[in-house]
C-alpha cells in the first residue's frame, strides 16, 4: 500500500511563511513526478507546483517567487516553502505523487495525500 502523508499546515498571518512536507511510504518502485494542488471553498482544485524525479519544476503564476518546491528523492518526500502568504493562499493543500509500484507495472498511477489546511487570516 502506498501513502502519501502531508504536514505543516495551519493558520498564519498574512505575510507569513509555512513549509508543507508530503511523504511517500510503501511498496514503491518509481515517483516520476510530484506535485502540490490547492483547493479552496467553492473553486476547482488546481496546481500550485510539480517537479520531476530530475529536478525540473512548474510553479502557478499566482505563487511565483513567493512558492518553492523541492524534493529529496532518497526520501520520497517533497516540500512546498511558502512566503509572503497572502489570504487568497487558503485551501487545502494535497500533494500528489505519479508512481508505479513494481518495475512490472504498465502504467503510472496517480496518489493522493489526505490534504493539510492552510488559512491566511489576521
Known amino acids: 500500500q502506498v501513502q502519501l502523508v502531508e504536514s505543516g499546515g495551519g493558520l498564519v498571518q498574512p505575510g507569513g511563511s509555512l513549509r508543507l512536507s508530503c511523504a511517500a511510504s510503501g511498496t514503491i518502485f518509481m515517483i516520476n513526478y510530484m506535485g502540490w494542488y490547492r483547493q479552496a471553498p467553492g473553486k476547482q482544485r488546481e496546481l500550485v507546483a510539480m517537479i520531476t524525479s530530475g529536478g525540473i519544476t512548474n510553479v502557478a503564476d499566482s505563487v511565483k517567487g513567493r512558492f518553492t518546491i523541492s524534493r529529496d528523492n532518497a526520501k520520497n518526500t517533497m516540500y512546498l516553502e511558502m512566503n509572503s502568504l497572502k489570504p487568497e493562499d487558503t485551501a487545502v493543500y494535497y500533494c500528489?505523487?505519479?508512481?508505479?509500484?513494481?518495475?512490472?507495472?504498465?502504467?503510472?498511477?496517480?496518489?493522493w495525500g489526505q490534504g493539510s489546511q492552510v488559512t491566511v487570516s489576521s
Open positions: 500528489k505523487a505519479y508512481l508505479k509500484v513494481r518495475w512490472s507495472d504498465p502504467n503510472f498511477i496517480d496518489y
